[in-house]
Structures are given as C-alpha cells and as structure tokens.
C-alpha cells in the first residue's frame, strides 16, 4: 500500500511542480520539428475505411488513431493488444486474465461484432491481441461504425464463433519504412516474479527496410478466480511466453511506387490454470504477405495473403485432494486470407473501389481421455468468399457521398460433430451486403458525418455443436461451450451520425450517436458459473447510445484527453419471458475514459489513465445473471532517461497497472488481480 501512494503522490507533485514543457523522446530532434512530424503522420494515414493514403477528414466514417508514441506508453496490464484501444469510447475492453482473451464489447452489442485485421488482413478478434507482439506495430486505426462492405468476416470458429465488422474495425498497421537503424534491449521485473526480456533490430539497406526481434516473459502470475471458483486453484498458474518475430517491406520501382511486404511472428504459450493437471501448450503462427503497386496517377492495385495457425492444447483433471489428469483436449485452427482491391481516382478526389476477397478455414476438436489415442469431436472446413464495390463521390467543395454493396457466400463443410456424422454434412449461405455515408465539411472547423450499413454472419461450429453435450449440464467438472444446433444466421444494421471539431489545431471535440440492430443475434449465454458453462441462442438485440469526446495538446510537451460513452441495449425474445427485455451481456451502460501525456525537457515521461466501468451483466436470464461493476481503473506509465550519446541512450521505466488495487469481479468466476507493476531498463543504439 505505502509503494502505492508513493507513486500517486509522485505523480500528482511532478505534474504540479516541473515549470516547462518540452518533449525530448527517441528522435533527438527539436520539439516543434517532432511536433509538427506527429501532426503530418496524422494527416496521412492509410485510412481504414477506404484502403488510400489520404488526411482522415475525407472518409465519411469516425476514425481513431492510436500513434507509435501512445503505444510505447502503454500499461497493458493483461498483455493484451486489446488494451491499446481500451481509452477509446465506443468500446468496453474485459480481459479476463492475462491467459485469457477479451470479452469486452463494441457499440454495445457484444464482443465479436468488430473486426480485427493485421496490414488490412483479418486475424482472430479474441486470440491474436493475446499472442501478437506490441513491438511489430507501427500504429493503429480504428474506424467506429459499419465496414461489412470493404472488409469481410472472420472465420473462426473458436471462442465466439464467427466475427462481423458490424460496429467497426482495427486495424494492426505494422511496421514497414524505418527512417535509422536501431537496436534495442529492453529487461524487466515485477509482480508475481513477472520476469520479460526484449530484443529488437530494425534497419534500411537501400529499398529494403525489415525489423526482428524476439520478446520472453515467465511469471509465476497469481490466482485470478474468485473464492470458490471452478478453477480451483491451489499453486500459483505459472506461465511462459515467447514470441518470435520479422518483418521486411521493399521499396521498388521509380519513385518507389510499389511496396512488397512479409511479416511472420510464431508464439508460443505454456502454464497451467493452478494446478497440476490443468496445464496447457499453445502455439500460433501468424504470416502476412502483401503487395501494392500504384499503376499511374488514377488506378492503385493492392494485393495480401495470409497464414494464421492455432494449436491449443489443455488438460481436464478430477480436482482434490490429490489431483488426477481426466484427458488431454486440443483445438486446432487453419484460416488462410486473401484479398485483392483496384482503386481508380477519378473526377474531383472521387474514387471508385473494386476488390474480392476469400478465406478458407479448416476446424477440429479433439480429445484424448487417457486411452493412447485422439478421439475428434467436430472436423470440419469453411470457404467464404466475397466481391464488393465502393464509389467515394465528391461532387461539390466540402461534400463526400460514399457507397457500396458486397457479394458475401460462406460455406461449411461438416466430416464430424460430437464424434458423430452429422445430419447435415453441407450448409451455404449468401448475401448482399451494402453500406452508405456522407460527410459535409461546413467551415474548417466544423464537420458533419452520417453512415449505415448491413452485415451477416452464420452461426460458427463451436456455437452449434458445442465443446460439451447437453448431457453435461451442470455436471461437476464438466467445462465448456452447450451445443444448440437449432442456431439461425444473423443479419445486422449499423447507423451512426456525428459532428467533428477542431476548434484549433491542437484543441478537437466530437460527437457520435449510434444505433446497432441485429436480427437472429447469436449471444453467448453464461447458463452456469460452477461449472463454467456457456450456450449461445437467438435473440433480436439493439443497441443505441452516443460517444463524445475531446483531447487537447498543450505545447509540445503535454496533452490531455477524456470521453464518455452512454449504451442503452436492449434483447427481445418473446417466446421466453425470462430472456425478454433484458440487457445485452458484457455491454456496460456507461463507460468513461481520460489521460493525461506529459514529456519533461529532462527526458522524464509521465503518462496516467483513468477508465470507469458502470457495471453489465453475464447472460441474459433475468432469474440467473449476474451484474459485474468494474468500477474505476487507474493505470500509469513513467520513465526517465538516465543517460544520452550520439549513438546510444539508457532509460529506465515502470508501468503500474491498477495503481488503486480494484479486484473487480468478472463473468467466469474471474477477478482483476489488483495492483501491478513491471520496472526495467531499455538500452537503444542507433
């Protein structure tokens, strides 16, 4: 407690007593040169909605950009990418534990309902922000409100099942020119005897720019369950993380008008859940290849492909006195995108897109209780595959009209279900999607923006068949995912509308209202705490509700933010009275977020957070779910340089997480562990 208030007090006194501001980071450049760099990289993005190099004022949706410099500052207190965004409004991040994904919500209608791509490829929403490396991103964009018309759904068929980009979408941009060479190594230590170790190189030789690096974290990490929870934890859930990664992108043709890049990164993950035989081995393979070339001043040609690989592999065991193993259990994952996109600029500014895209997907379960062999539970492949068309209009000065429909066909192909043949082997289904916006830049301070569009995804595998069978309800021990075959399709509609200002260059304010409806919606339901079961079903939900926000830069040095979002959800299911009229599960009703960034001339970084959750619940029976309220959730990063030369500099850090100990419990039987720090040195050379 005394560590505590020390850094709270510290932070309050340097950030009420340091009389100047002035920014002194990596670059060792002036600060109004640096400042002025961060405002053009701003201006420039590759823009998420519409795939071009172009200032984010010319795309009709809402889009965020989380910069290099806000994600080196970062406090990822459950080692999850998820986090980076977790300031943002519009969205509620839940990550359960450090070992466990996010099931936070999106626009207020659940967990699955943005989509998450890697270099505008599509990786696994609830899987890859736990096994990505922060050291390969360059930057990230978010865009808030429908993208079913330029980016397609995610495949997978684990964890919620196929994901839609109904509320939105982020985007992983990595790494591709490096302006110096540099080499870093970075070691530090902390709670639960947290041990993590970093290397990173990054080069140019002539066009070709590539990075490498290799990140380790062990810890002996802490019991995350509540009192009495199925985890049943009785030694410290121990665990190991090494990630392994490369990247380089070439620079050809003249004026470096085409761009090869190939990006790979293979983690792999082992521990146990806090007992002996609850141990578990993951690994995930994650490669990405992409070409764009810009034919001439009007047509631009993109092209990527991708690999992601998911091996997991866990144990069930028969908890007591002594512990004895019950079976091994394993989840493997093969999911292969790749899409392909035309943009021809044309008139004043307009451009018209063209593309396909495709994915196939391969599933299997399978088990083994201790009888020498595997026995497979569901095996099965998907192939979806779609072609859109989206015209960016500006007919007037200040006016963009935006456009598109999409094709989308999805098929599985089903060999096994619960160890059996299923009774249906082929499903297919299409749609035609489509999506419209507006934008109307009144003065250049002010602008208007108004955007709609649809989506669809089929149930996934794991929401049908399950992991568990029904007769294993409520059954001791009996962990997982209830079946229900019975599970229909969902169609969505997404409408949002805002105004944006920018009351200086440094001073911005904005306002979004949403509204999100999705027919057939698939929900997973928490229909057990102990044993922790799940089941998803069918309802029709809404959600509606309005972000605003406003962020400011103070000279060169310090800039502040804050924001609130206000959700109202709503499930209609009127053949079940106990499930009608009920809140959408994991979807809070207010979330809201502020943050401060402050630089002293001395080279000394203070950057604190503050994020409050009003509370949501775990299902959607009015009888049996329970409310979660998180509360208030403190976080800061600090660091100071401790020495500089020409071709070297020494700065040592901390990144306290959770500074005011909130141990708020989650669905599962989960809980925050509270307060923890992760204190280290990092040495560059250049």
């Given at each position: 407690?005394?560590?505590?208030?020390?850094?709270?007090?510290?932070?309050?006194?340097?950030?009420?007593?340091?009389?100047?501001?002035?920014?002194?980071?990596?670059?060792?450049?002036?600060?109004?040169?640096?400042?002025?760099?961060?405002?053009?990289?701003?201006?420039?993005?590759?823009?998420?909605?519409?795939?071009?190099?172009?200032?984010?004022?010319?795309?009709?949706?809402?889009?965020?950009?989380?910069?290099?410099?806000?994600?080196?500052?970062s406090?990822?207190?459950?080692?999850?990418?998820?986090?980076?965004?977790?300031?943002?409004?519009?969205?509620?991040?839940?990550?359960?534990?450090?070992?466990?994904?996010?099931?936070?919500?999106?626009?207020?209608?659940?967990?699955?309902?943005?989509?998450?791509?890697l270099?505008?490829?599509?990786?696994?929403?609830?899987?890859?922000?736990?096994?990505?490396?922060?050291?390969?991103?360059?930057?990230?964009?978010?865009?808030?409100?429908?993208?079913?018309?330029?980016?397609?759904n995610?495949?997978?068929?684990?964890?919620?099942?196929?994901?839609?980009?109904?509320?939105?979408?982020?985007?992983?941009?990595?790494?591709?020119?490096?302006?110096?060479?540099?080499?870093?190594?970075?070691?530090?230590?902390?709670?639960?005897?947290?041990?993590?170790?970093?290397?990173?190189?990054?080069?140019?030789?002539?066009?070709?720019?590539?990075?490498?690096?290799?990140t380790?974290?062990?810890?002996?990490y802490?019991?995350?369950?509540?009192?009495?929870?199925?985890?049943?934890?009785?030694?410290?859930?121990?665990?190991?993380?090494?990630?392994?990664?490369?990247?380089?992108?070439?620079?050809?043709?003249?004026d470096?008008?085409?761009?090869?890049?190939?990006?790979?990164?293979?983690?792999?993950?082992?521990?146990?859940?806090?007992?002996v035989?609850?141990?578990?081995?993951?690994d995930y393979?994650?490669?990405?290849?992409?070409?764009?070339v810009?034919?001439?001043?009007?047509?631009?040609?993109?092209?990527?492909i991708?690999?992601?690989?998911?091996?997991?592999?866990?144990?069930?065991?028969?908890?007591?006195?002594?512990?004895?193993?019950?079976?091994?259990?394993?989840?493997?994952?093969?999911?292969?995108?790749?899409?392909?996109?035309?943009?021809?600029?044309?008139?004043?500014q307009?451009?018209?897109?063209?593309?396909?895209?495709?994915?196939?997907?391969?599933?299997?379960?399978?088990?083994?209780?201790?009888?020498?062999?595997?026995?497979?539970?569901?095996?099965?492949?998907?192939?979806?595959?779609g072609?859109?068309?989206?015209?960016?209009?500006?007919?007037?000065k200040g006016?963009?009209?935006?456009?598109?429909?999409?094709?989308?066909?999805?098929?599985?192909?089903?060999?096994?279900?619960?160890?059996?043949?299923?009774?249906?082997?082929?499903?297919?289904?299409?749609?035609?999607?489509?999506?419209?916006?507006?934008?109307?830049?009144?003065?250049?301070?002010?602008?208007?923006?108004a955007?709609?569009?649809?989506?669809?995804?089929?149930?996934?595998?794991?929401?049908?068949?399950?992991?568990?069978?029904?007769?294993?309800?409520?059954?001791?021990?009996?962990?997982?995912?209830?079946?229900?075959?019975?599970?229909?399709?969902?169609s969505?509609?997404?409408?949002?509308?805002?105004?944006?200002?920018?009351?200086?260059?440094?001073?911005?304010?904005?306002?979004?209202?949403?509204?999100?409806?999705?027919?057939?919606?698939?929900?997973?339901?928490?229909?057990?705490?102990?044993?922790?079961?799940?089941?998803?079903?069918?309802t029709?939900?809404?959600s509606?509700?309005?972000?605003?926000?406003?962020?400011?830069?103070?000279?060169?040095?310090?800039?502040?933010?804050?924001?609130?979002?206000?959700?109202?959800?709503?499930?209609?299911?009127?053949?079940?009275?106990?499930?009608?009229?009920?809140?959408?599960?994991?979807?809070?009703?207010?979330?809201?977020?502020?943050?401060?960034?402050?630089?002293?001339?001395?080279?000394?970084?203070?950057?604190?957070?503050?994020?409050?959750?009003?509370?949501?619940?775990?299902?959607?029976?009015?009888?049996?779910?329970?409310?979660?309220?998180?509360?208030?959730?403190?976080?800061a990063?600090?660091?100071?340089?401790?020495?500089?030369?020409?071709?070297?500099?020494?700065?040592?850090?901390?990144?306290?997480?959770?500074?005011?100990?909130?141990?708020?419990?989650?669905?599962?039987?989960?809980?925050?562990?509270?307060?923890?720090?992760?204190?280290?040195?990092?040495?560059?050379?250049?």
């Amino acid at each position: 407690m005394k560590i505590k208030i020390i850094i709270i007090i510290g932070i309050l006194c340097m950030l009420r007593t340091t009389p100047d501001f002035a920014q002194d980071t990596i670059n060792q450049k002036p600060v109004d040169e640096l400042f002025k760099m961060e405002l053009e990289s701003f201006m420039n993005v590759v823009i998420t909605p519409s795939k071009l190099p172009q200032s984010g004022s010319n795309v009709t949706q809402k889009v965020d950009l989380v910069t290099s410099r806000a994600i080196e500052t970062s406090v990822l207190g459950n080692r999850n990418l998820c986090e980076l965004i977790a300031v943002l409004p519009g969205s509620s991040v839940t990550v359960l534990s450090r070992n466990d994904a996010n099931w936070g919500t999106y626009g207020g209608i659940g967990p699955k309902y943005s989509t998450y791509m890697l270099q505008g490829l599509p990786v696994d929403a609830f899987i890859d922000p736990m096994s990505l490396d922060l050291n390969i991103i360059d930057r990230v964009e978010v865009q808030r409100g429908p993208a079913s018309v330029i980016y397609p759904n995610y495949l997978s068929q684990d964890f919620a099942g196929i994901q839609s980009p109904l509320t939105g979408t982020v985007n992983l941009i990595l790494k591709d020119r490096i302006e110096k060479p540099q080499t870093s190594f970075s070691t530090s230590f902390g709670s639960y005897n947290t041990l993590n170790g970093q290397i990173l190189h990054q080069n140019r030789i002539g066009r070709f720019n590539y990075f490498a690096g290799v990140t380790y974290e062990m810890s002996d990490y802490t019991n995350y369950g509540t009192e009495g929870s199925w985890l049943n934890m009785h030694k410290d859930p121990a665990y190991k993380k090494t990630k392994i990664y490369g990247g380089i992108t070439l620079f050809a043709g003249k004026d470096e008008t085409q761009k090869v890049t190939l990006f790979f990164q293979k983690t792999f993950h082992t521990g146990d859940a806090g007992r002996v035989y609850r141990g578990y081995d993951n690994d995930y393979g994650t490669l990405n290849a992409g070409y764009d070339v810009t034919l001439n001043r009007k047509l631009h040609l993109q092209s990527h492909i991708g690999l992601r690989s998911y091996d997991r592999t866990w144990q069930e065991s028969v908890y007591g006195v002594i512990d004895t193993l019950k079976s091994d259990n394993g989840v493997t994952q093969l999911i292969v995108p790749a899409d392909l996109s035309l943009t021809w600029m044309h008139g004043k500014q307009s451009a018209l897109s063209v593309g396909a895209d495709y994915q196939g997907a391969d599933y299997t379960t399978w088990t083994d209780p201790l009888v020498g062999y595997r026995i497979y539970g569901t095996r099965a492949t998907s192939s979806q595959v779609g072609v859109y068309a989206q015209e960016e209009w500006r007919p007037v000065k200040g006016l963009l009209l935006r456009g598109g429909l999409r094709y989308a066909w999805v098929q599985n192909l089903i060999a096994l279900v619960n160890c059996q043949s299923p009774e249906q082997s082929k499903r297919t289904w299409n749609r035609l999607l489509w999506s419209a916006g507006i934008r109307y830049t009144i003065s250049k301070m002010f602008a208007v923006y108004a955007n709609a569009g649809s989506s669809f995804a089929p149930p996934g595998l794991k929401s049908t068949s399950g992991t568990i069978s029904m007769s294993d309800f409520k059954v001791p021990g009996r962990n997982g995912q209830l079946p229900n075959p019975g599970l229909k399709p969902e169609s969505g509609l997404g409408i949002d509308a805002g105004l944006e200002g920018s009351f200086t260059s440094t001073l911005k304010a904005g306002l979004r209202l949403f509204y999100t409806l999705v027919n057939d919606a698939i929900v997973d339901n928490v229909v057990s705490q102990n044993p922790s079961q799940s089941q998803s079903i069918n309802t029709r939900s809404a959600s509606m509700g309005g972000e605003v926000e406003i962020s400011h830069k103070i000279g060169s040095s310090l800039s502040w933010f804050a924001n609130a979002t206000y959700m109202m959800t709503d499930i209609k299911n009127d053949s079940n009275p106990d499930q009608n009229n009920v809140e959408i599960p994991f979807a809070p009703s207010v979330v809201v977020n502020c943050g401060l960034d402050y630089h002293a001339p001395f080279g000394l970084s203070i950057v604190p957070t503050l994020g409050y959750n009003g509370g949501f619940y775990d299902g959607t029976s009015k009888s049996s779910r329970t409310k979660y309220i998180p509360g208030i959730l403190i976080n800061a990063y600090l660091a100071q340089r401790i020495a500089r030369g020409e071709s070297y500099e020494l700065e040592c850090f901390a990144q306290c997480y959770n500074l005011t100990n909130n141990r708020y419990t989650m669905p599962w039987q989960f809980i925050n562990t509270g307060f923890s720090f992760m204190a280290g040195l990092k040495l560059t050379f250049r």
